[in-house]
């Protein structure tokens, strides 16, 4: 991240707190709290490399550190969430602040300014209109992982009409790609500072976004709107293979709606994107069952099934246009919060297939392992962005610690 955006946001926030911490005289009680969690981790990819100078082995450690501060019986808060890792991998050897902002609530309303992280959606498989946040792309491969965003957030909370929060976003943050020796990457290590912007404004485009949602008995439904520079480059390959990718201009409108009925969760996910050099529908939909405590000791399993469509076919970034996603989702709710994820996605049209599986438990009362398996199986050769992964079945173990 630019180290100038960094120290300018930084201040800011630092000011702010400074300024109106002294100013709650009728209620001096300040509560802090501070966690730093401590990550060994080791992927092993067990195929050979298709390309030159990658590496089968990645232990890796990375830090988490986390400081809040509140006042004002809670309606002011100061929040940082930081994050380091050093890998095999030099580009996913990173650092980045994932959250560091303030924020102050009144009855019916939020202000929340500096760098956050905000999470749209439903689905299980994609989400499609999860856009505020880059994704930090090196550091897993489902997209779940985000850098933080430089904003302003309001929120205006309503009984009748929902809620309805407006997003300032003055910086856009660029996608890091794998190393040379990192795998799940292109035949050609990209750069991304190579990676250039259709506005003349580049990072600084002052870009805009709009969420409202609401619930209607059974309906939890939102609606979004973004307009700004796009987080996903838009690729595309000469004749000789090489890789041209800009960051374009985009409006991109999204729905995504939750039903609840009995032991179903009904989802659905959809977006419509439109830019001078590409405009596309996506969606993706299904549902989620759930039996409930099937040991009369708290066992819940989930089973979840999800159809994915995009426009976009074999261009699309995330390799998901014509497929269906199969999983189940099992919680001991025990003490030790045991929790697995199996899943598998399916291409309709062709024999791609991936297969995963993510399983996590405490071990005393600081201790956290996990362990996850991402599998390709059969990768079509056509498949534009999926082909290059091929050979990246990978394993993943993790111990972390909290202090």
Do not use: C
């Amino acid at each position: 991240m630019n180290q100038k955006i960094i120290f300018n946001s930084i201040s800011f926030i630092l000011f702010l707190s400074i300024q109106v911490v002294p100013a709650q005289n009728e209620d001096k009680k300040i509560n802090q709290d501070f966690e730093l969690e401590v990550e060994a981790e080791y992927r092993y990819f067990y195929d050979d490399a298709a390309f030159n100078e990658q590496k089968g082995h990645f232990p890796s450690i990375a830090f988490t550190p986390e400081y809040s501060l509140d006042w004002n019986k809670g309606y002011e808060q100061f929040n940082f969430t930081g994050f380091f890792r050093l890998d095999v991998d030099d580009e996913r050897t990173h650092w980045d602040i994932r959250e560091l902002y303030y924020q102050k609530a009144k009855k019916s309303w939020e202000l929340s300014i500096g760098l956050k992280k905000i999470y749209w959606g439903v689905a299980e498989s994609n989400h499609l209109v999860d856009i505020i946040n880059q994704t930090d792309a090196v550091e897993s491969f489902d997209g779940e992982d985000k850098l933080g965003q430089p904003m302003v957030q309001f929120t205006y909370t309503t009984n009748k009409l929902g809620s309805f929060d407006f997003f300032y976003l003055p910086y856009h943050r660029k996608r890091t790609f794998s190393g040379a020796k990192g795998r799940l990457r292109f035949p050609v290590v990209i750069d991304k500072d190579d990676l250039q912007y259709e506005s003349s404004a580049e990072a600084w485009r002052q870009d805009l976004a709009f969420r409202w949602k609401h619930y209607f008995g059974a309906f939890d439904v939102g609606l979004t709107h973004f307009y700004g520079n796009g987080r996903e480059p838009l690729f595309s390959f000469d004749q000789q293979g090489n890789i041209n990718a800009f960051y374009p201009v985009i409006n991109q409108t999204g729905l995504d709606l939750q039903i609840t009925h009995n032991a179903f969760l009904w989802k659905l996910e959809s977006i419509y994107r439109s830019a001078k050099a590409q405009d596309f529908f996506a969606m993706v939909a299904g549902l989620e069952f759930t039996f409930s405590n099937i040991d009369g000791n708290g066992l819940d399993i989930g089973l979840l099934g999800e159809y994915l469509y995009d426009e976009r076919d074999e261009l699309a970034l995330n390799a998901l246009q014509n497929d269906v996603f199969f999983g189940s989702r099992i919680a001991f709710n025990d003490t030790q919060d045991t929790s697995i994820l199996i899943g598998g996605i399916s291409d309709l049209e062709s024999s791609s297939k991936i297969f995963s599986i993510e399983a996590s438990r405490r071990f005393g009362s600081s201790w956290t392992a996990e362990i996850e398996a991402r599998m390709f199986s059969s990768i079509d050769t056509n498949e534009f962005i999926l082909s290059n992964f091929q050979e990246d079945s990978f394993l993943r173990f993790s111990l972390s610690k909290f202090f």
